[in-house]
């Protein structure tokens, strides 16, 4: 077993070292280092910079996986009193490390671990994407490391498009005489609008819900047009950010928002939309009676005497792509709280820090157990 002391050091060192998105050479190489030390078996680093070790033998194999970037921004790594601050305190380091400690306490012959620190969470989720195309990676179940709170268990995120979405009114003319040309930025706003009116609609299932995890989010995050300050702009374009219910998917939503461009097309002919799709995330909710679930479930009980809450995100998480693409029961869970998370002062609360080493320990073991009871060995 870890001493806390060694613990929060290794934290402390880990948030010296900074990692905003695609920048996680340093701390992987730190990472592998330590596992090594640490007694894992292996320890690589990927084609994208992710660092993968494996530790231990036999079924259940066990993904815990986190991320080691962070959103930029330097907040001094400091002591002060029960809190440790620094720029990942809580999104997404205390987690991560707390995951790679509590993996090196299991004895070896218990089950297979294997420990990832991806890269590029904050950004395009390049780490994630890259690692489940590993065809030697086979996980029965995995964790994804974020900070959900020490007695709370994120159990699903929506899905996400994000789509471009361009209008072209095929002239301009000058700003003094705006009345010869239509706007581009005026006339895709007003698309904008049709649109956001439209994914409100009963068509989608979106009417009448009060629990914003089960409706269609529909926000507009980027726009861009015109060429000069006294010219009306012929072209703009605009980024569209949708969240998708577990109850819905992708393709489904997508379905609408086409028919309803199509439908802007037919009614003003003069203007041409187009749309491609940016980014494409399937929405994923963890089965709550898997051995996963409920191995957090009483791993939580017995160390903080309470039933933990199980959470579902109006986000998107890697663990949308680990449950959908591996196919396995997926949770998220760490110590940290969301509301610290990318602020000035980000900072994680040490008890809650080394409760959560001891919480994941225990719930691999729990999880193993589980697991063999499930599927016992043929003799």
């Not at 790679?100 to 620190?117: E, H, M, N, R, S």
């Not at 979405?165 to 581009?184: G, Q, R, Y």
């Not at 219910?245 to 203007?271: A, G, M, N, W, Y």
């Not at 949770?331 to 919480?359: A, F, N, Q, R, W």
Request: net charge neutral; glycine share 6%; with cysteine.
């Amino acid at each position: 077993m870890v001493s806390p002391t060694f613990a929060i050091e290794l934290l402390k060192n880990a948030l010296d070292i900074y990692t905003p998105s695609r920048s996680e050479s340093q701390l992987a190489n730190f990472l592998k280092d330590i596992c090594m030390d640490l007694g894992f078996e292996q320890a690589n680093i990927d084609s994208v910079g992710n660092m993968i070790a494996v530790r231990g033998s036999g079924d259940p194999t066990i993904l815990l996986c986190g991320h080691m970037d962070t959103v930029p921004g330097i907040v001094p790594v400091r002591l002060e009193g029960d809190y440790l601050y620094g720029r990942g305190a809580s999104d997404a380091k205390a987690p991560l490390i707390s995951m790679l400690l509590a993996a090196a306490d299991i004895p070896k012959q218990t089950c297979t671990i294997v420990f990832a620190g991806v890269v590029d969470e904050e950004g395009n989720a390049t780490g994630i994407k890259n690692l489940v195309k590993d065809t030697a990676l086979k996980p029965h179940y995995a964790i994804f490391g974020e900070p959900s709170g020490i007695e709370n268990i994120t159990i699903s995120y929506k899905g996400r498009l994000e789509i471009r979405l361009m209008c072209d009114v095929e002239n301009s003319a000058h700003a003094s005489a705006p009345w010869l040309a239509l706007n581009a930025v005026e006339e895709l706003f007003n698309v904008w609008n049709y649109l956001k009116e439209s994914f409100t609609s009963k068509e989608i299932g979106a009417s009448d819900i009060n629990n914003r995890a089960d409706e269609v989010s529909f926000s507009l995050t980027e726009i861009t047009g015109g060429t000069s300050h006294n010219v009306t702009p012929q072209k703009c374009r605009m980024t569209v950010d949708i969240r998708i219910p577990t109850k819905l998917s992708c393709d489904s939503v997508l379905k609408v928002f086409d028919r309803h461009v199509i439908q802007i097309q037919e009614k003003s002919p003069s203007l041409k939309i187009k749309y491609r799709v940016e980014d494409k995330t399937e929405p994923f909710q963890a089965n709550i009676s898997s051995p996963l679930v409920r191995a957090l479930v009483l791993s939580i009980l017995e160390s903080k005497k309470k039933r933990p809450l199980l959470l579902r995100k109006t986000g998107t998480g890697d663990m949308n792509i680990l449950g959908n693409v591996l196919n396995i029961p997926v949770v998220t869970y760490g110590p940290g709280d969301p509301h610290s998370s990318h602020t000035i002062d980000e900072k994680v609360y040490i008890p809650d820090y080394l409760t959560g080493i001891e919480v994941y320990k225990n719930a691999l073991l729990h999880m193993v157990r589980l697991h063999k009871n499930l599927y016992p060995k043929k003799t």
